[in-house]
């Protein structure tokens, strides 16, 4: 069910408003689950109607919101004791993601 609204989101998204909210619905739908934002991007990309530049892009932002949630949930549930000994990894994670995304949006416009 959840892929049904993510792919309807990402439809919509994309023909109302353009590629760029397409980043929006990824971080939202990204949060609580990855495999929708990613089926979903990748059948646009299949049929033509994504570049597949961008879809990588939107799938990774998807990944580093769920990443950037389950930290947010290991605080929550856990408290400070495990947070500090798993934030550097996912702290990692986050990190290369951002570089990865800055990195390649510099080499695309330069």
Known sequence: M????VLLAVA???QHFGQGTL???AAVSGLTDVDAITLSTSRLIRSGMLASDT???I??????ANLGFKAGIVLAVSGARLFRWVIPYFGAALAAGVLLLLFWGAQVTG
């Open 59 to 64: 799938i990774l932002v998807g990944a580093l």
């Open 12 to 14: 919509a998204a994309r």
């Open 55 to 57: 879809g990588w892009r």
């Open 23 to 25: 980043y929006a619905v």
């Open 2 to 5: 959840l892929y049904t609204v």
